[in-house]
Every structure is written in C-alpha cells, then in structure tokens.
Nanobody, 120 residues
Framework: VQLQASGGGLVQAGGSLRLSCAAS????????MGWYRQAPGKQRELVAR???????NYADAVKGRFTISRDNAKNTVDLQMNSLKPEDTAVYYC???????????????WGQGTEVTVSS
C-alpha cells in the first residue's frame, strides 16, 4: 500500500495551491483520509481530514481557507489551499487509516510529504 502525494510548491502570500494524494495497492477499505503538516522546528499537526462518510475536521488555522475533498471510488484526497499565508509553510503529509486486503484491522499510512512554501 502506498500514498502518493503531489502538488506542493512555492507561492506568494494570498495565492493558492492544490495538493493531491492517491492511495494504491491491495486495499480493502479506507476509513479516514487527510493532511497533516510539519513546519521546521515544530510538531506535525492535523490540517484537515475527511471520513469515508464525508465528515470533516479542519484545524482552526485553516478554516475558511482550505477545503478537503475525497473521491472514494478513486481512493484520492485533495486539499485546496486558498489565501495562503507564510505561516502555512511546511511539509504536508497525506495520511490514511485503511485496511489492507485480507486484514480485519485498519492501520495508519503516510505519504512521502510534499513541501509548501509561502513567501511574504
């Protein structure tokens, strides 16, 4: 099972970026998909997540600016980031809680991280 993230880059403050993540491999089911981020010198933190039924959670810092969406048929999750601020600069990690084929239990999986840099 692999999570492949893409879409990071350099953008000016006020700009937009869209991150995408695709889960692939022998997957039985995916519960939650989401995005975390880690800025230099800081702990990894939740940005946004979405359950298989569509329930959403956003960090207070991104509410109203970021939108998470998911395609259950394609096992993908996207993060549309608008009105970006320099404090959004971080490495963004795709995350999923999923069960592999043949396994009853779900586990945490992480993508490789994609860097987002917002210049002032």
């Amino acid at each position: 099972v692999q999570l492949q993230a893409s879409g990071g880059g350099l953008v000016q403050a006020g700009g937009s970026l869209r991150l995408s993540c695709a889960a692939s491999g022998s997957i039985r089911s995916i519960n939650t998909m989401g995005w975390y981020r880690q800025a230099p010198g800081k702990q990894r933190e939740l940005v946004a997540r979405i359950s298989s039924s569509g329930s959403l959670n956003y960090a207070d810092a991104v509410k109203g600016r970021f939108t998470i969406s998911r395609d259950n048929a394609k096992n993908t999750v996207d993060l549309q980031m608008n009105s970006l601020k320099p404090e959004d600069t971080a490495v963004y990690y795709c995350h999923a809680i999923l069960a592999r084929m043949g396994s009853y239990f779900a586990n945490d999986y992480w993508g490789q991280g994609t860097e987002v840099t917002v210049s002032s």
